[in-house]
């Protein structure tokens, strides 16, 4: 095996890990991993080396998930009652203010860049109801626009926006409980 063989072969646990938190399916996940790494393997000429290897192999790996979704849309589909449920309620009263205002977030850009907050936006997302998450993962990781995710889920361009607010303020929530709210997590920061 080569030395490019070798490189993306190493990095093939973590383009599975990334594949599952977008399908949340293994099977499908490591469809698309393998298939990436065929491409890859198949035609090592196209990685030019003008971007790192890892970032390369994701742009391919994008479009291998975009392709598990289109080809599972109607298994991607089903809805959860937790779909439906109104988390606005939850969080605001009838005026439409918080609750309980969350608490201020310090350097979400510092926070940002660091592991652990990945692995904690990580668990978040894998928290979210069925569809939320993969509106969401559509939307902000595979970076799909509204009207093809609406044709992918079959679902509504008012309901794709429902989703995402509810999955944006589950996020929310969670990153505050997790991460934000986190006396450690505030004082690395």
């Known amino acids: ?31 698309a991993v393998s ?9 090592p000429q196209a990685f030019g080396g003008k971007s790192q290897l890892k970032t390369w192999l994701i742009g391919i790996l994008k479009h291998k998930l975009i392709d598990q979704v289109r080809r599972h849309s109607r298994e991607v589909s089903a809805t959860t ?12 009263d009838e005026s439409g203010h918080w609750r309980t205002a ?20 990580e668990v978040c997302v894998e928290k979210l109801p069925g569809v939320q998450g ?20 079959g679902i509504t361009a008012t309901n794709l926006w429902v989703l995402l607010h509810r999955a944006r303020l589950r996020l929310q929530v969670c990153l505050q409980e997790r991460w934000f709210g986190n006396a450690a997590a505030k004082a690395a920061v």
């Open 81 to 92: 009652p937790d779909d439906d449920e109104d988390i606005d309620g939850l969080l605001f």
């Open 35 to 43: 298939d990436t790494v065929l491409v890859a393997l198949a035609k």
């Open 134 to 153: 993969r509106v969401f993962m559509m939307r902000e990781w595979l970076e799909l626009d509204s009207l093809e995710i609406c044709k992918e889920l």
């Open 1 to 31: 095996m080569n030395d490019f063989a070798q490189a993306v072969q190493a990095l093939r646990p973590q383009l599975l890990r990334f594949a599952q938190a977008q399908l949340r399916n293994q099977a499908w996940a490591e469809d």
């Open 102 to 121: 969350p608490a201020a977030w310090g350097d979400p850009e510092a926070a940002c860049g660091r592991r652990e907050f990945f692995e904690v936006l």
